[in-house]
Each structure stands twice: as structure tokens, then as C-alpha cells.
């Protein structure tokens, strides 16, 4: 993997081996604060809302949940699942807490040394529960109230974007609860209407992907 620049001033990863990047290229912490806080954990309604993030990644949309947890004093618990963990060399070299939060960078890093598969409390507001898995493989415990389907897009990893799978979590999301992601294909508009998803096309983000899609249940 290898560190580029976005064009927000934000880092992602790019993998050579799938052509393809972590994040938009058009800025990495725009995209992921308009696609998964904005428009979708700031729209649920659950008192405590708990999340599932499909590609913890670089840490980068738990880092905002948690700094969120904090300002609006919501208190979140948030699962994710990951099978490549990124290594701790390049954790180091993620610009995020700097450019975000400088004050909160012990809770980036943080979010990467959190043991696996047990619950971790890091702030008053926020509980990790990182779980070193395969999602195609993996059967999830329990409900939740917001899903951030963050996967590589289709044509990388078209294994993750399935009708069964979608069906898997519109059967662990809460009533009322909200997926969204930034693939805003038909192909997967479609799947997750069938699994019994209501889906709207919302804007993209500044400078970013034009369309994008949240799906209520």
C-alpha cells in the first residue's frame, strides 16, 4: 500500500494490486464526513446510536464518529469489520489527527492498537468493537441503528457487493435505521431495494462523486 494525497490535503491509501484507492482522490475527510456523518449518522434518530462500518480501513470514519460521540454527546457503539488491517508504519504516517484534531490524536491511534474482537471503551461517549474477519464470511450478532457500507467498489471487489449479503444487513438494522455508502450504481440501488431497503440518491460530496446512496429500513 502507498500514502497519497487527496485533494482536500487529506491522506489515503492506494493498492496497487486492485488499481484502486481507500478514498476518493477528490478528498479523502470531505467524502468521509459528507457520506457516513452527515448523511448518515447525524440522520439517525437512535438515542445511543450503534453503528456497523463495513472496511474499518484507515480508521478514518471511526475517528470522526468518535470525535462526533463527544461533541454531541451521543453515546455510540461502533463495530466494524476488517481483513486486511493497515500496518502501524503507515497508521504513523495518516495525517488525520493533525488536520482534524490534533487535541484527540491519542484517540486516533487508539483506534488502532484496540485489541480485537472484545469491546473497547476509549472515550465517556464511544465503545470500539473491531472484528478481524471476513464479511462475506461472517455472521453479525446483535442490531444496529447505522451501517456505513464502505467496501472497494464493485468492479474491485465485486464479492462484497451481493444481494445475500445486503439482505444479511437490512435483517440487522433496526427499524428506522440507515445504511449509506458511496457506490450509488444501479445495480446496487436495485440489490438493496430488493433486500427491503427504502433508497433515495442524495448529492455527492463537495468536489467528490456527484451521487450518493442512503438507504432507510
Same mark, same amino acid.
Given at each position: 500500500?502507498?500514502?497519497?494525497?487527496?485533494?482536500d490535503?487529506?491522506?489515503?491509501?492506494?493498492?496497487?494490486?486492485?488499481?484502486? #484507492?481507500?478514498?476518493?482522490?477528490?478528498?479523502a475527510?470531505?467524502?468521509?464526513? #459528507?457520506?457516513?456523518? &452527515?448523511?448518515?449518522?447525524?440522520?439517525?434518530?437512535?438515542?445511543?446510536?450503534?453503528?456497523?462500518?463495513? @472496511?474499518?480501513?484507515?480508521?478514518?470514519n *471511526?475517528?470522526l464518529?468518535l470525535?462526533?460521540?463527544?461533541? *454531541?454527546?451521543?453515546?455510540?457503539?461502533?463495530?466494524?469489520?476488517?481483513?486486511?488491517?493497515? &500496518?502501524?508504519?503507515?497508521? @504513523?504516517?495518516?495525517?488525520y489527527?493533525?488536520k482534524i484534531c490534533?487535541? *484527540?490524536?491519542?484517540?486516533?491511534?487508539?483506534l #488502532?492498537k *484496540?485489541?480485537?474482537?472484545?469491546?473497547?471503551?476509549?472515550?465517556?461517549?464511544?465503545?470500539?468493537?473491531?472484528?478481524? @474477519?471476513?464479511?462475506?464470511?461472517?455472521?453479525?450478532?446483535? &442490531?444496529?441503528?447505522?451501517?456505513?457500507?464502505?467496501?472497494?467498489?464493485?468492479?474491485?471487489?465485486?464479492?462484497m457487493?451481493?444481494?445475500?449479503?445486503?439482505?444479511?444487513l437490512?435483517?440487522?438494522? &433496526?427499524?428506522?435505521?440507515?445504511?449509506?455508502?458511496?457506490?450509488?450504481?444501479?445495480?446496487?440501488?436495485?440489490?438493496?431495494?430488493?433486500? @427491503?431497503?427504502?433508497?433515495?440518491?442524495?448529492?455527492?460530496?463537495?468536489?467528490?462523486?456527484?451521487?450518493?446512496?442512503?438507504?432507510?429500513?
Amino acid at each position: 500500500m502507498q500514502l497519497e494525497k487527496t485533494d482536500d490535503g487529506s491522506y489515503t491509501l492506494f493498492v496497487p494490486e486492485l488499481n484502486e #484507492h481507500y478514498h476518493s482522490v477528490k478528498g479523502a475527510l470531505t467524502e468521509s464526513e #459528507h457520506i457516513f456523518i &452527515n448523511m448518515g449518522l447525524k440522520h439517525s434518530l437512535a438515542e445511543a446510536p450503534r453503528v456497523l462500518e463495513i @472496511g474499518f480501513g484507515t480508521g478514518l470514519n *471511526a475517528f470522526l464518529s468518535l470525535l462526533y460521540a463527544g461533541q *454531541a454527546q451521543r453515546d455510540i457503539y461502533y463495530a466494524t469489520i476488517e481483513r486486511y488491517p493497515v &500496518n502501524d508504519e503507515l497508521v @504513523g504516517q495518516l495525517d488525520y489527527p493533525e488536520k482534524i484534531c490534533p487535541e *484527540a490524536a491519542d484517540d486516533f491511534y487508539a483506534l #488502532h492498537k *484496540a485489541a480485537w474482537d472484545t469491546d473497547v471503551r476509549l472515550t465517556p461517549f464511544f465503545t470500539l468493537h473491531k472484528i478481524l @474477519g471476513d464479511f462475506t464470511q461472517y455472521r453479525f450478532q446483535g &442490531n444496529f441503528d447505522v451501517i456505513y457500507f464502505d467496501a472497494f467498489a464493485p468492479e474491485k471487489q465485486p464479492e462484497m457487493w451481493s444481494q445475500s449479503l445486503f439482505d444479511t444487513l437490512y435483517a440487522c438494522l &433496526n427499524e428506522g435505521g440507515v445504511l449509506t455508502t458511496y457506490c450509488a450504481k444501479g445495480v446496487v440501488r436495485r440489490m438493496l431495494q430488493a433486500a @427491503g431497503f427504502t433508497v433515495e440518491r442524495l448529492p455527492g460530496p463537495p468536489g467528490g462523486k456527484r451521487e450518493i446512496l442512503r438507504a432507510c429500513k
